[in-house]
């Protein structure tokens, strides 16, 4: 069955950096494209970036030069590379299956990892 398990969030300073971790497993995680997604209090959920099996990669305006999507398919893990943080970045991150894929994929919500940042 389909776990998806985020960490490395935390509390950092604006203008820090933070690394989350997305542990996959009970599928074959190469085979699928894969997303960060973040949703803040009172506020829609929102794509933060994606990545495709093979690599290639898609990010939000609002996170473009500062945030890098990452996967390591031999550890079924994705990552993603926060940099130059700052307080509209604090929300909840999730991983998931790419929502936008084309053909279609599957969906699973966790309990994501809260990243708060000071301002």
């Known amino acids: 069955q389909v776990q998806l398990v985020e960490s490395g969030g935390g509390l950092v300073q604006a203008g820090g950096s933070l690394r989350l971790s997305c542990a996959a497993s009970g599928f074959i995680f190469k085979l699928f494209a894969m997303g960060w997604y973040r949703q803040a209090p009172g506020k829609q959920r929102e794509l933060v970036a994606t990545?495709?099996?093979?690599?290639?990669?898609n990010y939000a305006d609002s996170v473009k030069g500062r945030f890098t999507i990452s996967r390591d398919n031999a550890k079924n893990t994705m990552y993603l590379q926060m940099n130059s943080l700052k307080p509209e970045d604090t929300a909840v991150y999730y991983c998931n299956f790419d929502q936008t894929a084309p053909w279609g994929t599957r969906n699973y919500w966790g309990q994501g990892t809260q990243v708060t940042v000071s301002s």
């Open positions: 990545i495709t099996g093979g690599g290639t990669t």
